[in-house]
């Protein structure tokens, strides 16, 4: 079997009477809906029910999956102690789920949690099925720092482990929408908030369900929405599967988009392999980049590219422009996946004889010793976008209005503690904002005096 049923379904806790006390009232619509997707459920008879789950443990780095035969919980925290639940887990299928992850270069599955209690992002849910539907186990699935490719690779490897294992499934993707659509709300109003809740439920109307890989991350941050890489991985799940979709409600009145959805994949689409076709346009993209690069980056790709498939650190080619072999120079080389940052590693002066030598022993850095992030894999270096900056010499400041962020790097000590942070960074609009990254970096602590030197670059 495969997955018989996917669902987008909120999880606010004041839905849950025991909660509201009267207030659910004001999402009677979401209420409904929620009762016709538990009846939908009831009808299928899964013999598990897959949650995906923002509120569960999260790593930058890797999906947790629940482990253990089980798990309780209940909505004391929401003031409705005797609203409780306790769930058998999938273990065998979990199982499953974990050995395709490591076949696959997945980061997820049980390593590195520990056992977690149910939360509301799954007893909300839960809350409405069980009325219902008595039956089916459970995996309790979580979100990650990771892109939206990786979340939808999850989903086609749970996806996979159902069809081998036989199991009767369904999905539950669970999340909230937009959670600043008023000014009113708990959070407050963007722009972009509407205009996600709009165009996620477009998407989920018209069962387009690849366009959720290419929704823009700061824009959805924000939006403030939590629930975007839930429905990455139900999406995943039903990759190469035609499917009829049902929106039965979307309601803002909170502040708070709720939206619930159901899927009911309708036999196999061989055009609907949806990650296939995003990395293949992400490859034809990068290709017209490095059609316009120079030497810089060229060289920097080279050396990351032989050390990370075959283990070579390449010498600087002799043809290489007499600046880069004869000149001494710092130099950063910055990586980015999918337009997120893979690694960043440089030096603020020269450590080498020349800017090519710099340039390879930075680049390898970057993609192998970066401690935020973990040692690239063969199977990234189609998909990286690298590009360095080569550092001019700094110069010492004595005030932080000497500063302009898309002009100058800026570099902090205090000490022995040095912080750096390079020149016109998406996200760094001030030069108050440079800094503090800059010292946080450092260790530096607020109150703590401080030395400024600013500096360019030349970005390649």
């Known amino acids: ?56 443990i999260m790593y930058g780095d890797y999906n947790h999956i629940s482990p253990g035969q089980s798990a309780e919980g209940d909505m004391s925290s929401f003031g409705a102690p005797k609203v409780h639940f306790r769930e058998e887990y999938d273990e065998q ?27 509301h992002g799954i007893m909300v849910p839960l809350y409405f099925i069980r009325q219902y539907y008595q039956g089916g ?24 482990a159902v069809t081998l294992l036989g199991r009767r499934a369904v999905v539950v993707a669970s999340g909230d929408l937009s959670h600043r659509l008023k000014e009113e709300g708990p959070y407050g109003f963007d722009e972009e908030g509407p ?45 190469g599967l035609r499917v009829e ?27 609907r392999h949806f990650l296939g076709k995003y990395l293949d346009k992400e490859k034809n993209r990068l290709d017209k980049y490095y059609e316009g690069k120079d030497a810089y980056v060229i060289l920097a790709r080279q050396a990351i590219y032989e050390y990370v498939e075959k283990g070579i650190t390449i010498k600087p080619p002799s043809e290489l422009p007499s600046d880069m072999l004869n000149r001494k120079a710092g ?38 010793n970066d401690s935020r992030f973990l040692p690239l894999s063969k199977e990234e270096t189609d998909y990286l976008e690298i590009s360095v900056d080569v550092l001019e010499e700094p110069e010492d400041i004595d005030d932080i209005h000497m500063l302009d962020v898309k002009k100058y790097g800026v570099i902090v ?17 001030t030069v108050e904002y440079q800094v503090r990254i800059a010292m946080d970096k450092a260790g530096i602590e607020k109150g703590e005096p401080v030395s400024l030197q600013r500096f360019k670059v030349v970005r390649h």
């Open 195 to 239: 205009k996600y809740d709009a165009r996620i439920m477009d998407v989920l109307t018209r069962g387009d369900l690849g366009e959720v890989l290419e929704f823009d991350e700061s824009q959805c941050d924000r939006a403030g929405e939590c629930g975007h890489k839930s429905f990455v991985i139900m999406a995943g799940t039903l990759d």
């Open 331 to 368: 130099a950063f080389v910055s990586i980015h996946k999918l337009g997120r940052l893979r690694g960043c590693i440089g030096t603020i002066g020269p450590t080498k004889d020349s800017l090519a030598e710099e340039i390879i022993a930075n680049a390898i850095s970057a993609s192998v």
């Open 1 to 56: 079997m495969s997955i018989l049923a996917a669902y987008m379904v909120p999880h606010p806790p004041m839905i849950i009477p025991e909660v509201g006390c009267g207030r659910e009232s004001i999402i009677d619509e979401t209420t409904k809906a929620y009762i016709e997707v538990a009846k939908d459920i009831a009808g299928i008879k899964p013999d598990t029910i897959i949650v995906t789950d923002p509120h569960l």
């Open 137 to 160: 186990k459970i995996v309790h699935v979580g979100l990650s720092g990771l892109h939206y490719a990786d979340h939808y690779h999850l989903g086609m490897a749970i996806s996979d």
């Open 245 to 271: 979709t049902k929106v039965l409600s979307h309601q803002d009145v909170t502040g708070v988009g709720y939206g619930v959805c159901i899927l009911h994949p309708q036999g196999v689409d061989e055009n």
């Open 413 to 429: 000590t205090s000490g022995n503690k040095r912080g750096l942070l390079l020149p016109d960074l998406e996200g760094i609009n």
């Open 93 to 119: 299928l979990v199982s499953k789920i974990e050995t395709l992850c490591l076949e696959r270069n997945i980061s997820a599955g049980t390593l590195g949690g520990r056992k977690c209690g149910l939360d």
